[in-house]
């Protein structure tokens, strides 16, 4: 069964840096898109990355220049580098496949808290 671990997460200062590690295992990684989810508290869900098959990626404005989105399909591993932190980007981080065909996630982790305060 598709399975998705993430980590990495956790309290840091504004101006801070974290690297997000998802885990996955179940299915043939490196043949699917894969993203990064974020929700902040009281708000729904925003895309925050996707990383394709050939390495293409694109990011969400909020944090285009601050976020470096990158896997290693022989680890099965996506990753999100994190720089330059702002409240702004609390939230629960969710590792998620892409289905296409759907236009839909088919499977999330079970989600990475971030929280960025002073």
């Known amino acids: 069964q598709v399975q998705l671990v993430e980590s990495g997460g956790g309290s840091v200062q504004p101006g801070g840096s974290l690297r997000l590690s998802c885990a996955a295992s179940?299915?043939?990684?490196?043949?699917?898109?894969m993203s990064w989810v974020r929700q902040a508290p009281g708000k729904g869900l925003e895309r925050v990355s996707h990383?394709?098959?050939?390495?293409?990626?694109n990011y969400a404005d909020s944090v285009k220049g601050r976020f470096t989105i990158s896997r290693d399909n022989a680890m099965n591993t996506l990753y999100l580098q994190m720089n330059n932190l702002e409240p702004e980007d609390t939230a629960v981080y969710y590792c998620?496949?892409?289905?296409?065909?759907?236009?839909?996630?088919?499977?999330w982790g079970q989600g990475t808290l971030v929280a960025v305060s002073s």
């Open positions: 998620a496949k892409a289905n296409t065909t759907t236009n839909t996630f088919d499977a």
């Open positions: 990383v394709n098959t050939t390495g293409g990626t």
């Open positions: 179940g299915f043939t990684f490196g043949s699917v898109i």
